[in-house]
C-alpha cells in the first residue's frame, strides 16, 4: 500500500495511529485458541447436518479483480458482496466530484474501507479529512456524515453497515430514492452516537504497518460497537496481521472455528490470507478480496504469500468462537 503524504497533516492532527506487532495470539473481542484453558467451557455445541450453504450474494471468495474486471469503463457502480443477519458489505465505485447527501443510521454505526481513489469525509464534529487506499473509517449512529470523490479518477470503497440498517436524512436534505421506499416527515431522539477510546474516525493502515507508534485503547481493534455497555458486542472489526514464514504449520485435521449466531467475513488489506471455509477447497485471497464463511461453518485462516499479511476480521459478536475439542466427537 502506499503512504498518503498529501493527508499527513489530518493524521497527526487526530493521532490515530496504532502499532501492530506480528502474529497476535489474543485480539480482543474474539478468543485465540481452543482447549479447556481459563475462561473456556466444553459443550455441545449444534451443527446443521448438512452443511450451511452460501445463499447468494454470499460467496467464499470475491475477487477485486474480477470486480474491477466486470466494471471496467464504469465510474459509478455497486456490488453487494455481504448480506445476511448482520451485515450489509457493499464494494462502490464513485465517478470524480460525486458527492452523497448528507445522511446518518438511527440505530448503527457503518464503517469503509477505502480501496481505491480519494474521498473527502465530513462527519458532524469532525474536521473534514481525505482518505485514501488503506484507510479504515467508521462513524456512530445519528452522526450525520457525507462522502465526496477528491481528484481526477473514480473512488472504491468497501461500505459495512449492520442488516436492516437503514439510511436517514436531515430534513435540509434530499433523500436518495429507493424502490418501494417513501420518506416520511418525522421525528427522532437528539442523542448522538459517539467515538471513544476504542473508536476512533479513521485509521491509516500505511501509517500502521509503516510503525508509526501512537496507539489507541485496544489497537488490534478498528470497531467495537457498544449496542448494551463496554467496547464489544455487535459488529465487531479486528486487524489481525501476521508473517506466514513464522507461523506454526496447520494440522491436517485442524478446522478453525466456527459462529452459531452469524457469520464471519474477511477484507485481505496487505498481502494474502490461505483460508478453509467448510468443504469449499483451500483457496488464497489477495489485497482487496473478501471471503466469506456463514454462520455455522468450520473455517481456518492462514497468513500466505511471501511477505507480511493483514485481514480485517469482521464478526458479530464477541466471544463467539466455537472451537474444535481435544478428542472431538460429536452426538
Do not use: C
Amino acid at each position: 500500500m502506499r503512504s498518503g503524504k498529501p493527508i499527513a497533516y489530518v493524521i497527526l492532527a487526530l493521532g490515530v495511529y496504532l502499532t501492530l506487532p506480528a502474529e497476535q495470539a489474543t485480539v480482543h473481542g474474539q478468543q485465540s485458541g481452543a482447549g479447556g484453558g481459563r475462561g473456556q467451557l466444553e459443550v455441545w455445541a449444534p451443527l446443521p447436518e448438512k452443511e450451511s450453504p452460501f445463499i447468494p450474494p454470499n460467496k467464499p471468495l470475491t475477487k477485486i479483480a474480477a470486480l474491477l474486471a466486470k466494471h471496467k469503463g464504469e465510474q459509478k457502480w455497486t456490488e453487494t458482496i455481504v448480506s445476511d443477519n448482520l451485515f450489509h458489505g457493499d464494494y462502490i465505485a464513485m465517478a470524480p466530484g460525486e458527492k452523497t447527501p448528507k445522511r446518518f443510521h438511527q440505530d448503527n454505526r457503518a464503517f469503509w474501507i477505502v480501496q481505491d481513489g480519494q474521498i473527502r469525509f465530513t462527519i458532524e464534529g469532525q474536521e473534514p479529512f481525505v482518505a485514501s487506499k488503506g484507510f479504515l473509517v467508521q462513524v456512530p449512529k445519528r452522526l450525520v456524515y457525507s462522502m465526496q470523490t477528491v481528484g481526477d479518477k473514480p473512488s472504491l470503497r468497501f461500505e459495512v453497515t449492520m442488516a436492516n440498517s437503514n439510511t436517514m436524512y436531515p430534513i435540509d436534505e434530499t433523500p436518495t430514492p429507493m424502490r418501494g421506499v417513501r420518506f416520511e416527515r418525522a421525528i427522532v431522539a437528539s442523542e448522538k452516537g459517539a467515538y471513544d477510546e476504542a473508536n476512533v474516525p479513521f485509521i491509516d493502515y500505511n501509517q500502521t504497518i509503516a510503525g508509526h507508534p501512537k496507539p489507541k485503547k485496544n489497537p488490534n481493534q478498528f470497531v467495537g460497537d457498544a449496542h448494551a455497555g463496554g467496547y464489544v458486542n455487535v459488529g465487531i472489526a479486528n486487524i489481525i496481521r501476521g508473517d506466514p514464514a513464522t507461523q506454526p504449520p496447520a494440522g491436517a485435521d485442524d478446522l478453525g472455528h466456527f459462529h452459531v449466531t452469524g457469520p464471519e467475513f474477511w477484507f485481505v488489506l496487505e498481502g494474502q490470507m490461505e483460508f478453509k471455509i467448510g468443504s469449499v477447497p483451500i483457496f488464497v485471497a489477495d489485497q482487496g478480496d473478501i471471503a466469506y464463511a456463514p454462520a455455522q461453518t468450520w473455517h481456518r485462516v492462514r497468513f500466505a504469500g511471501a511477505g507480511m499479511a493483514t485481514r480485517l476480521a469482521i464478526v458479530g459478536y464477541a466471544n463467539s468462537h466455537v472451537f474444535q475439542a481435544t478428542g472431538r466427537s460429536g452426538l
